[in-house]
């Protein structure tokens, strides 16, 4: 029975991870299948020969590394643009004393519940008053706004000690030199979770990528995807290439960082200072 409870929590686990990855494994074995293997009854895993024909088709026939500039484009900004918002909105949300504050707080979290396809109208002729349609900063600027980073950072900031502050200022800093000298060091494992989650929605974002963006050269890869898609047949291998090179960004981003990434939400779901 011991051995029952100490290995059985790790073959769950792992079999969920299996289960998990296998969607992954299938689009990354199709993308290099033949199309006569795609459609073979029963379905093959190995397939008779392995081809980079669609991946050929992917990047010659259409303008994918254009899609993928431009993602890459709007996700590191979104990713910056969000640190340094909601890092000052959590500092003054958390650690700064004035009238209104909580009041405002929960203004902010009922706005956090709402959909974001909720926004998408408001969202529209905001960017058509500014002149913002058809642009990277019309597509990144409501991503950098996204009220769920200052939730996130501001519960971990108030949990660090009140006494680390207090010494800063003894010592003679200012706010902002308590954020950047006390604050900020003390939260990078959870600036790294909060920038590898802001960077994969910016570049798996859709929804509002489709209505902002029109014009053919800056549309972002989750809209390029998209225009893979015929009108009156679907091929998949060139659709499932077009995927799997879309993924390996965000696959690659986790894997050099997922030691801060465990760190940090360990670190912002328990409360602890690292």
Not at 28 to 36: E, H, N, Q, R
Not at 207 to 215: N, Q, T
Request: some cysteine; charged content about 15%; proline content about 6%.
């Amino acid at each position: 029975m011991k051995w029952i409870k100490r290995y059985l929590p790790y073959v769950i686990m792992y079999g969920i991870a299996f289960l998990w990855v296998i969607p992954i494994l299938w689009m990354a074995d199709t993308a290099f299948k033949p199309t006569a293997d795609i459609f073979s009854i029963p379905p093959k895993w190995i397939p008779s020969h392995f081809t980079l024909e669609h991946v050929r088709r992917l990047f010659s026939e259409w303008p994918f590394v254009r899609w993928l500039l431009n993602s890459l484009i709007v996700a590191t900004s979104v990713t910056f643009g969000s640190l340094i918002v909601s890092t000052l909105a959590a500092f003054s949300f958390s650690r700064l004393r004035w009238r209104g504050r909580d009041a405002l707080f929960m203004v902010l979290l009922v706005f956090m519940l709402l959909p974001w396809q909720v926004n998408v109208i408001p969202l529209f002729f905001t960017m058509t008053k500014f002149g913002f349609l058809n642009t990277y900063q019309g597509v990144a600027l409501p991503m950098m706004a996204m009220p769920i980073g200052v939730f996130l950072l501001r519960q971990f900031f108030i949990n660090i000690p009140r006494d680390l502050e207090d010494a800063a200022r003894i010592d003679g800093c200012s706010s902002l030199g308590v954020l950047f000298r006390v604050i900020i060091p003390v939260s990078k494992p959870v600036f790294a979770a909060f920038g590898v989650y802001m960077f994969n929605f910016a570049w798996n974002e859709f929804f509002w990528s489709m209505i902002c963006l029109r014009k053919a050269q800056i549309v972002t890869l989750p809209v390029g995807l998209k225009l893979l898609q015929g009108a009156f047949e679907i091929d998949y291998g060139l659709i499932l290439a077009g995927a799997f090179a879309a993924s390996l960004p965000s696959m690659l981003v986790f894997l050099f960082l997922r030691r801060q990434i465990i760190r940090g939400f360990t670190l912002a779901g328990s409360g602890t200072k690292g």
